[in-house]
């Protein structure tokens, strides 16, 4: 199974860049240490006076001699010489570390993104969003998120997943996106005209994708509909059926409740058949023998067809999807047999 979300920071970078930092500030540490005690001894200042003296000589401000002797002069001198080129150079090397740290882990994203295919690309990482990925992690599927807002973005990259910064109604970042080997796109934006857009730019990026959009207006359906998205979902709708299925008929709102929970609960689940695969010309009945707990709802042919509560004497064929009904532990069981019985020729 392909992994939902690769990790791309590379922990043996990150603490090479620490190392390097830590290593200039003590370099600049040393520098205002070292003409600090020599000011102090030479001059008789104070220690902060001989601090801000170091401070404004190493960084070439210079507000003056402050009325330095011959030997401070000297040492003085010394300072400029020795202390500006460590300040500079540690300095220098501090902002270029930091960079180069932020364009790297950024480098192994992108990376990471331009070698997944058939993932699915959520566009907002709010409360809809987060939910569509929680549940994309639990099936184990690749998906990118992108977002417009920089601090969302950073939640969603604590998370682990693999983020495009920018507005996915924009071209230039679908396609940063992966959406031409994309499987099908969430429009999850908050705002009904957001998700109009990304849903035709989608469609025109990508004609066979299968797009998901969010609708929270009454009149936002036949709009998203008409730009091109194959499903759209309302949440306020959604939940209001929900919660009036769960009063009316609370037993079968249980039922239907398809498995978040434990490995023995009831979940729906899809397979499609492969030629080769297990279920390959095989009827209902005899699988049936085989997985005696798995119950066939419905077979989705290849040509369109779909045969509901199908007959034991139903067979597979190469291309159908199967919608079953079972456990957890069920589910996975099959489509370990699905996956892994093959025969390759």
């Known amino acids: 199974m392909p992994t939902a979300a ?159 910064h920018g507005n996915a109604a924009e071209d230039s970042v679908l396609q940063q996106a992966g959406i031409e080997r994309a499987r099908s796109v969430v429009c999850a934006a908050a705002c009904d005209s957001e998700n109009v857009f990304i849903t035709l730019s989608s469609r025109e990026l990508n004609k066979d994708l299968f797009i998901v959009s969010r609708a929270d207006g009454s009149g936002a359906t036949r709009k998203l509909q008409r730009a091109g998205a194959s499903l759209v979902v309302s949440p306020h709708q959604t939940a209001g059926a929900k919660v009036a299925t769960t009063i009316i008929r609370p037993h079968v709102s249980d039922l239907l409740d398809l498995g978040q929970g434990s490995a023995d609960s009831f979940c729906l689940g899809e397979l499609n058949v492969q030629e080769g695969c297990i279920l390959d010309g095989r009827s209902v009945e005899d699988f049936g023998h085989t997985e005696p707990h798995i119950v066939f709802v419905s077979i989705l042919r290849k040509n369109g067809e779909r045969v509901v509560r199908p007959s034991g004497a139903e067979r597979f064929q190469p291309g159908d999807t199967v919608v079953v009904v079972g456990t957890g532990e069920d589910l996975v069981r099959m489509r370990e047999h699905v996956d892994s019985d093959v025969v390759t020729l």
């Open 6 to 164: 690769p990790r791309f920071r590379n922990d043996h970078d990150d603490s090479h860049a620490l190392q390097v930092m830590f290593r200039c500030v003590l370099a600049l540490a040393a520098v205002v240490t070292v003409g600090s005690v020599g000011f102090s001894l030479i001059e008789g200042w104070s220690t902060w006076k001989s601090i801000y003296f170091t401070l404004i000589t190493i960084t070439t401000v210079g507000y003056g001699d402050e009325g330095l002797s011959p030997y401070g002069k000297a040492y003085a001198a010394t300072m400029i010489v020795g202390g500006i080129g460590v300040a500079t150079y540690s300095l220098s090397l501090l902002v270029q570390t930091a960079v180069s740290c932020q364009f790297a882990w950024r480098r192994k994203m992108q990376s990471s993104i331009d070698h997944i295919t058939d993932h699915v690309i959520v566009c907002g990482f709010g409360r809809m969003g987060q939910a569509v990925c929680d549940q994309l992690v639990r099936e184990e599927a690749p998906f990118v998120v992108v977002e417009p807002k920089a601090e969302v973005c950073e939640l969603a990259l604590e998370r682990g997943c693999l983020v495009v």
